[in-house]
């Protein structure tokens, strides 16, 4: 039901592009999410956005170089991914909300797409 692309290597400081398409059932009236996980490490929110696209919510870490946007014609939502670091580096995970707002707690998505590999490394 979701299926997400755009991962990839990438130098420190360059740029990627993730999206995640989603069936229409599962997320026009909600929100969605981007979520990531490194090795040894919990998953952790990275940003999220309301089921109109009005709303954005970001993650300290990447506030300011990640951009969530979504286009609920196409029922796809992008995570672009600015100025890259190391720490970065993680399976990317995008996930639909059980509710309308978009949220930073994992318990709060429904259905989540099978993650894409980001390595930022020189």
């Known amino acids: 039901q979701l299926q997400a692309s755009g991962g990839g290597l990438v130098q420190p400081g360059g740029s990627l592009r993730l999206s995640c398409a989603a069936s229409r059932r599962t997320s026009s009236n909600n929100g969605m999410g981007w979520f990531r996980q490194a090795p040894g490490k919990e998953r952790e929110f990275v940003a999220a956005?309301?089921?109109?696209?009005?709303?954005?919510y970001y993650s300290g870490s990447v506030k300011g170089r990640f951009t969530i946007s979504r286009d609920r014609a196409k029922n796809t939502v992008s995570l672009q991914m600015n100025n890259l670091k190391p720490e970065d580096t993680a399976v990317y995970y995008c996930a639909v909300s059980r509710y309308a707002t978009g949220s930073s707690q994992v318990s709060h998505y429904a259905y989540w797409g099978q993650g894409t590999q980001v390595t930022v490394s020189s």
């Open positions: 956005i309301n089921w109109r696209g009005e709303s954005t």
